[in-house]
């Protein structure tokens, strides 16, 4: 069976700064029409930065859409047409106030594919250097260094809740293992 579904017009519902709103109409495998609401999203890279200790650095920042404070390795959004590691380099410099001499890609991951196009790049930050953070204007976080051991203790009392967090942990613990 064949399981696409064609696109018969995109409907723009809302632009905004990092994301596009849409409710498109499409046609179902059985002919039938359908919408579809969907967030247009370009992207972003993640770093799980471990330095020679075995340390990772996580930020810690108020997350508005949950309300609360949340705890997830640096990352940050693309922009268009933006390589990702390009970004995870300058996330990580600006974030955490790092360079590193290795970035490698861990995965690609779609984080919800029930309503965003969005792919979220994670990187493996080793060989780090520290400095100075640069955050963004109106961008404010915490820095945190945890030993990589502690941090997946964090991921299975569910104290870390971040999906590409938790995936970057348990992906770099499968790979050392």
Not at 73 to 96: F, S, T, V
Not at 108 to 122: A, K, R, V
Not at 137 to 146: D, H, P, R, S, W
Request: net charge negative; hydrophobic share 35%; aromatic share 8%.
């Amino acid at each position: 069976m064949n399981l696409e579904e064609k696109t018969l017009k995109e409907n723009l519902v809302f632009s905004g700064r990092i994301l596009q709103l849409y409710n498109d109409d499409i046609v179902l495998e059985n002919g039938m029409t359908a919408k579809r609401e969907y967030v247009n999203h370009h992207g972003g890279a993640s770093i799980l930065a471990v330095d020679d200790d075995n340390n990772i650095y996580l930020v810690e920042q108020y997350r508005y859409a949950y309300r609360e404070l949340v705890k997830e390795i640096p990352a940050g959004k693309l922009e268009k047409g933006e390589d990702p590691r390009e970004c995870a380099i300058r996330e990580l410099k600006e974030e955490i106030g790092a360079t590193c001499t290795n970035m490698t890609l861990l995965s690609e991951i779609y984080p919800t594919p029930g309503y965003t196009n969005e792919h979220l790049y994670i990187f493996l930050a080793t060989g780090l250097s520290l400095g100075q953070n640069k955050l963004d204007e109106g961008e404010f976080l915490n820095v945190a260094k945890i030993p990589f051991k502690k941090a997946l203790e964090m991921v299975n009392s569910g104290e870390l809740k971040d999906g590409k967090t938790v995936i970057a942990i348990l992906k770099y613990a499968l790979l050392n293992k």
